[in-house]
C-alpha cells in the first residue's frame, strides 16, 4: 500500500473510534510500525533521519504533506515485473524442481541397485 492510502485508511479508522485514546505519540508510532519497508525508507529520508526522532505533530504534518503529493511511485508488483524478477523467481522454482526431481531419480537408482 502507498503513502497516500495507507495514512488515509490509517485516519479513518482512527475517525471510525474516535474514543481510541491513544495519544499523537502513540498513533504515528503504530501508523509508521504498519508501513511496508520501502515507505519508511521514503519518509526517513525526507527528514533527513528517522521519521520516530521527530515530535508527533511534525511527523503527522510531512506525513498529510507527502500523502497529498500522491507520489506516482510505481507498486512492488509493476516493479518486480519491469526488472524480470517474477521470471527469475519462475526460473529458480524450476531449477529448484528439477533438482529435487533428480535427486529422487539418483535415490530411486540407487535403490534398484541394490535389489538382487
Not at 90 to 106: C, F, G, M, P
Request: aromatic share 6%.
Amino acid at each position: 500500500e502507498l503513502l497516500p492510502e495507507a495514512w488515509e485508511s490509517y485516519k479513518s479508522l482512527l475517525r471510525r473510534c474516535p474514543s481510541h485514546g491513544f495519544d499523537d505519540l502513540t498513533q504515528v508510532n503504530i501508523f509508521l510500525g504498519g508501513l511496508q519497508p520501502r515507505v519508511k525508507i521514503l519518509l526517513d529520508a525526507s527528514v533527513g533521519g528517522s521519521m520516530r526522532f521527530k515530535i508527533p505533530e511534525e511527523t503527522i504534518e510531512l506525513i498529510d504533506a507527502m500523502a497529498a503529493n500522491d507520489y506516482d511511485l510505481p507498486t512492488e508488483r509493476e516493479s518486480r515485473q519491469k526488472r524480470g524478477i517474477l521470471e527469475l523467481g519462475s526460473q529458480d522454482a524450476l531449477l529448484a524442481q528439477n533438482k529435487l526431481l533428480s535427486q529422487q531419480i539418483e535415490a530411486l537408482t540407487k535403490q534398484l541397485a541394490r535389489i538382487p
